[in-house]
Antibody, heavy 121, light 110 residues
Framework: QVQLVESGGGVVQPGRSLRLTCAAS????????IHWVRQAPGKGLEWVAV????????YYAESVKGRVSIFRDNSKNTVYLHMNRLRVEDTAVYYC??????????????WGQGTLVTVSS | QSVLTQAPSASGTPGQRVTISCSGS????????VNWYQQVPGMAPKVFIY???QRPSGVPERFSGSKSGTSASLAISGLQSEDEADYYC???????????FGGGTELTVL
């Protein structure tokens, strides 16, 4: 079945960088878009970014635009989220989610269990 | 402040019907389909309604979705204790060129 496993979270100082990884299995990875969604402690869900199935289209939330980049390697069934100039308010559990379909407008059909990023000095 | 507006809480007794609303605008709900997610505390979210009113396999029939204009609703009939969770609406926003969520509604079964 569909499986998404996030990794790369941890404690990082403000201003530093971090790379999150989403490893996928159980489906034809190159056919689906992939989202990142985050949830700050005790808060609601916030969409972060999406990449289309072929990697050619990428969209970002205003709150992370210019600091975050999303990439994918279809040969490794993996999506990456590069986060730069991290802020305290980036502290959250980061989930990757498989889109329903190939493009950015596919809803979040399947979710991983998340990885916690804590930005603190 | 979320782009989509949801009441922060809702409640009902077992067997009751409860409705959770989600209000948006012409650039999001008014022009795109709405999806609803259930999140049990400590767990990842799970899609419960997609494309306004479609139920994934495994989601009980007592969950239903509807949309009218720039508002959407999730209805739960025959409320059960296992339905206690947070519920979020989400859709694409044409102006923001991105996805937007409601702030979430915490459902309590009394």
């Amino acid at each position: 079945q569909v499986q998404l496993v996030e990794s790369g979270g941890g404690v990082v100082q403000p201003g530093r960088s971090l790379r999150l990884t989403c490893a996928a299995s159980g489906f034809i990875f190159s056919h689906y878009g992939i989202h990142w969604v985050r949830q700050a402690p005790g808060k609601g869900l916030e969409w972060v970014a999406v990449i289309s199935s072929d990697g050619n289209k990428k969209y970002y939330a205003e709150s992370v635009k210019g600091r975050v980049s999303i990439f994918r390697d279809n040969s490794k069934n993996t999506v990456y989220l590069h986060m730069n100039r991290l802020r305290v308010e980036d502290t959250a559990v980061y989930y990757c989610a498989r889109a329903r379909g190939a493009n950015e407008k596919g809803y979040f059909a399947s979710w991983g269990q998340g990885t916690l990023v804590t930005v603190s000095s | 402040q979320s782009v989509l507006t949801q009441a922060p809480s809702a409640s009902g007794t077992p067997g009751q019907r409860v409705t959770i609303s989600c209000s948006g605008s012409s650039s999001n709900i008014g022009n795109n389909t709405v999806n609803w997610y259930q999140q049990v505390p400590g767990m990842a979210p799970k899609v419960f309604i997609y494309r306004d009113n479609q139920r994934p396999s495994g989601v009980p029939e007592r969950f239903s979705g509807s949309k009218s204009g720039t508002s959407a609703s999730l209805a739960i009939s025959g409320l059960q204790s296992e339905d206690e969770a947070d519920y979020y609406c989400a859709t694409w926003d044409d102006s923001l060129n991105g996805w937007v969520f409601g702030g979430g509604t915490e459902l309590t079964v009394l």
